[in-house]
């Protein structure tokens, strides 16, 4: 079935440093991605839908500059939250959409940064 | 805006046990809702999607239940096992982009 590949899975880094997540479609084509972020205990906030070839658009609250998206090819968007700070410690979540799968969208298996 | 709300936010119930899970919805016109398991520091596992035009889903022992007009949906689970211990989402999708709109979750504890 259809996969989404999200890489790192774990990171840990010290203030100041910028970090990129992958989100990759393995075996489909993702015109539309979504970029997710869940703090302890409480449920996925929306922060940006990313569409290939086109400046994502961020919910209200998310700072573009702060968080880049970049989705360059139908199978990769990334996410590089830049000069990361500790109250950027969360756990990430990218989701593509498949128009032609069982399911709308497919998750991938998240992002943990902890921001020392 | 459409707001999700998922009652209990957390349920402990002895094995062997059927229980239901509530998820209620502001805004009936939605695309489908979804059902999902997050297991702690994991990312998500699709358990049942119901279209709009769809009244249930059933996959084993979960079934699905979903009510527009009243903006409604249930997960019934089925003679409860330890391992069915999870947080379980649910998620409205509102347009054609299906970007979803997220419950705060039930936190399931099933005791051996």
């Not at chain 1, 950027?88 to 709308?104: E, K, L, Q, T, W």
């Not at chain 2, 998820?23 to 695309?31: K, L, M, R, V």
């Amino acid at each position: 079935g259809a996969v989404v590949s999200q890489h790192p899975s774990w990171v840990i880094c010290k203030s100041g440093t910028s970090v990129k997540i992958e989100c990759r479609s393995l075996d489909f084509q993702a015109t539309t991605m979504f970029w997710y972020r869940q703090f302890p205990k409480q449920s996925l906030m929306l922060m940006a839908t990313s569409n290939e070839g086109s400046k994502a658009t961020y919910e209200q609250g998310v700072e573009k500059d702060k968080f880049l998206i970049n989705h360059a090819s139908l199978t990769l968007s990334t996410l590089t939250v830049t000069s990361a700070h500790p109250e950027d410690s969360s756990f990430y979540i990218c989701s593509a959409r498949d128009p032609v799968g069982r399911r709308p969208q497919h998750f991938g298996d998240g992002t943990r940064l902890s921001i020392l | 805006k459409q707001e999700v709300t998922q009652i209990p936010a957390a349920l402990s119930v002895p094995e062997g046990e059927n229980l239901v899970l509530n998820c209620s919805f502001t805004d009936s016109a939605i695309y489908n809702l979804q059902w999902f398991r997050q297991d702690p520091g994991k990312g998500l596992t699709s358990l049942l999607l119901i279209q709009s035009s769809q009244r249930e889903q059933t996959s084993g022992r979960l079934n699905a239940s979903l009510d527009k007009s009243s903006g409604r949906s249930t997960l019934y689970i089925a003679a409860s096992q330890p391992g069915d211990s999870a947080t379980y989402l649910c998620a409205v999708g509102t347009d054609s982009n299906y970007q979803l709109i997220w419950g705060a979750g039930t936190k399931l504890i099933i005791k051996p």
